[in-house]
């Protein structure tokens, strides 16, 4: 057990040094790839449907 967890840990801090966090505010301006994905339904505890979600990875920002 302490051989997979040393090596998952290992992994972990690889894949984290890779990631470049994005933060995107409400009102920015956003190019969006499109793709042929299936549209995915996500709804909160009270049963009310969220907008459809967009993954960060495909949207980058836009400068006007």
């Given at each position: 057990m302490s051989h997979r967890r040393l090596y998952q840990s290992r992994m972990k801090i690889a894949f984290d040094k890779r990631v470049c966090p994005?933060?995107?505010?409400?009102?920015?301006?956003?190019?969006?790839?499109?793709?042929?994905?299936?549209?995915?339904?996500?709804?909160?505890?009270?049963?009310e449907e969220l907008p459809l979600p967009v993954n960060s990875d495909i949207i980058k920002r836009y400068y006007a």
């Open positions: 994005r933060k995107f505010s409400e009102g920015d301006l956003v190019l969006k790839k499109v793709s042929q994905v299936h549209p995915l339904l996500l709804t909160n505890m009270d049963d």
